[in-house]
C-alpha cells in the first residue's frame, strides 16, 4: 500500500482552459500552480478569468480521476458502486456543496459534487496583485475548497454507514474516498479524506 500513496502523490496532472495561455498543474494531490503565458495575464480581466479558472477546476478534476484509476489498476481497490447503498452514497455525494475562499477573500472557489464549479474574483483584484501572488491565493481558495469537501463527504459516508457497516466504531479521520470498507476489500474513489483500512495501518489521502 506504501508504493501505492507514493504512486498517488507522483501524480500530476497539466491542463490548459481552452482558447487561453492559462495553465495548471496538480501535484502531490492538492497543491495547485498556474501558469500564465506571455501577456495572458496582463490582459485578462476578472470575469475571463473566472471562466478560465472554471474550466481549469474541471479539468483537473477528470485528469485526476483518470490517473487515480490507472494508479489503481492492478490492486484490489474497488472505485465503483457495488450495491443500492453504495449507489446512494455516490448519489449524495454528488449534491455536496463545497466553498474555499482566499485569505484575502478576494477570491473564491465553489463546486457541487467537484464537478461544477463557479469562480468569484472581486473587480480590481488582477490589476492589484501580481501573477505569483495571484497564483498563490488561487491555491489557498483551492486547498479550502478540497478540504471543505472533504469534510461534508466524509459525514455524509458516516451517516449512510454507520447502521450496516460499523463506521461509528472507526476513528474521526475515515476514509471518505471510499463507499463501503470491507474485509476483503478497500473500496473507494478519489475526492475525499481518509480512513483507516479494516486490514491495514496504512492511510491514503486523494481528492
Same mark, same amino acid.
Given at each position: 500500500? #506504501?508504493?501505492?500513496? *507514493?504512486?498517488?502523490? =507522483?501524480?500530476?496532472?497539466?491542463? !490548459? /482552459?481552452?482558447? %487561453?495561455?492559462? *495553465?495548471?498543474?496538480?501535484?502531490?494531490?492538492?497543491?495547485?500552480?498556474?501558469?500564465?503565458?506571455?501577456?495572458?495575464?496582463?490582459?485578462?480581466?476578472?470575469? $475571463? $478569468?473566472? !471562466?478560465?479558472?472554471?474550466?481549469? /477546476? =474541471?479539468?483537473?478534476?477528470?485528469?485526476? #480521476?483518470? #490517473?487515480?484509476? !490507472?494508479?489503481?489498476?492492478?490492486?484490489?481497490?474497488?472505485?465503483?458502486?457495488?450495491?443500492?447503498?453504495? %449507489?446512494?452514497?455516490?448519489?449524495?455525494?454528488? @449534491?455536496?456543496?463545497?466553498?474555499?475562499?482566499?485569505?484575502?477573500?478576494?477570491?473564491?472557489?465553489?463546486?457541487?459534487?467537484? !464537478?461544477?464549479?463557479?469562480?468569484?474574483?472581486?473587480?480590481?483584484?488582477?490589476?492589484?496583485?501580481?501573477?505569483?501572488?495571484?497564483?498563490?491565493?488561487? /491555491?489557498?481558495?483551492?486547498?479550502?475548497?478540497?478540504?471543505?469537501?472533504?469534510? @461534508?463527504?466524509? @459525514?455524509?459516508?458516516?451517516?449512510?454507514?454507520?447502521?450496516?457497516?460499523?463506521?461509528?466504531?472507526?476513528?474521526?479521520?475515515?476514509?471518505? =474516498?471510499?463507499?463501503?470498507?470491507?474485509?476483503?476489500?478497500?473500496?473507494? %474513489?478519489?475526492?475525499? *479524506?481518509?480512513? *483507516?483500512?479494516?486490514?491495514? %495501518?496504512?492511510?491514503?489521502?486523494?481528492?
Amino acid at each position: 500500500m #506504501q508504493d501505492l500513496a *507514493e504512486r498517488l502523490d =507522483n501524480i500530476r496532472v497539466h491542463v !490548459r /482552459a481552452p482558447g %487561453t495561455e492559462i *495553465e495548471a498543474e496538480l501535484s502531490r494531490r492538492t497543491c495547485i500552480v498556474l501558469h500564465f503565458g506571455e501577456g495572458a495575464y496582463a490582459f485578462t480581466d476578472e470575469a $475571463m $478569468m473566472e !471562466r478560465a479558472l472554471a474550466s481549469i /477546476a =474541471n479539468l483537473l478534476w477528470v485528469g485526476w #480521476q483518470r #490517473q487515480y484509476r !490507472r494508479a489503481i489498476e492492478y490492486t484490489d481497490l474497488i472505485v465503483d458502486a457495488s450495491d443500492s447503498t453504495d %449507489t446512494h452514497f455516490f448519489t449524495e455525494r454528488g @449534491k455536496i456543496e463545497a466553498v474555499g475562499e482566499s485569505s484575502d477573500h478576494r477570491i473564491a472557489i465553489s463546486t457541487v459534487g467537484m !464537478r461544477d464549479y463557479s469562480i468569484h474574483i472581486e473587480p480590481g483584484t488582477l490589476r492589484g496583485m501580481v501573477e505569483t501572488e495571484f497564483s498563490r491565493r488561487c /491555491a489557498e481558495a483551492a486547498a479550502l475548497l478540497i478540504r471543505d469537501f472533504q469534510a @461534508k463527504a466524509g @459525514k455524509l459516508r458516516r451517516r449512510i454507514y454507520a447502521d450496516d457497516s460499523g463506521l461509528d466504531m472507526l476513528p474521526g479521520y475515515l476514509e471518505t =474516498n471510499s463507499a463501503r470498507p470491507q474485509a476483503e476489500h478497500q473500496q473507494q %474513489t478519489a475526492g475525499e *479524506e481518509q480512513y *483507516e483500512p479494516r486490514s491495514d %495501518t496504512f492511510l491514503e489521502s486523494a481528492w
